[in-house]
């Protein structure tokens, strides 16, 4: 009877000091959580740019990982494009250039003048001259008063220039040496020759 009542106060003490356990348990779950005590930044590791990367391989190699290699990509890709439109527009404007010169010295290039520097000529029947550009070799027609049957031909310099054939031949008339005779000024790009007037015809120096 002793042995069956110590049993049940044993059994109720057990009872209880597991309820107060629970209870306990309880009651620190729905306590207040406290604040840690704040730690520096400094103290933890920087994280590494997305750009770069260090990573561990499997055999605790320090591996660098690259960022997203598309940016490259779009950057050779706008590079090679901007030079694909650079060339296309040089194009262009030496397109556009040569169409200007077709529309204005044709081609062969050529320049018409007509011009009284007293080769049987007059008012009514100046002397016609054609300055051209025949494949990179200028030459001078001159028709003196107008007459086809008494052309003369005279012999220009040679053209060595890339595309020398574009290169348009023009023409002024004035007297250069004083001499009372209308001379010819030859343009070609920047360079100046003078054909002289003797009379009859017209001579280099």
């Known amino acids: 009877m002793r042995d069956g009542r110590q049993m049940r106060e044993q059994t109720a003490q057990h009872t209880l000091l597991k309820r107060r356990a629970s209870a306990d348990q309880y009651a620190l779950m729905q306590g207040p959580i406290t604040h840690e005590e704040e730690v520096p930044d400094s103290y933890y590791p920087q994280r590494m740019p997305t750009s770069t990367r260090r990573y561990v391989d499997t055999r605790g190699h320090q591996v660098i990982q690259q960022g997203n290699r598309r940016i490259a990509l779009f950057v050779c890709i706008g590079m090679v494009t901007m030079v694909a439109l650079w060339f296309i527009i040089q194009l262009l404007v030496i397109w ?5 010169l077709n529309a204005t010295y044709q081609y062969p290039r050529m320049y018409q003048a007509d011009e009284i520097v007293g080769h049987s000529d007059s008012t009514d029947h100046p002397t016609h001259f054609i300055f051209e550009n025949l494949h990179g070799q200028v030459i001078i027609i001159e028709f003196p008063g107008g007459d086809y049957t008494h052309a003369r031909v005279y012999k220009g310099p040679t053209l060595y220039a890339d595309n020398a054939d574009q290169t348009p031949v023009t023409a002024e008339f004035k007297d250069v040496n004083g001499d009372g ?25």
């Open 96 to 100: 556009w250039t040569n169409q200007q």
């Open 181 to 205: 005779k209308v001379d010819i000024v030859l343009h070609i790009q920047d360079q100046r020759i003078v054909f002289y007037n003797t009379g009859t015809e017209f001579k280099t120096q």
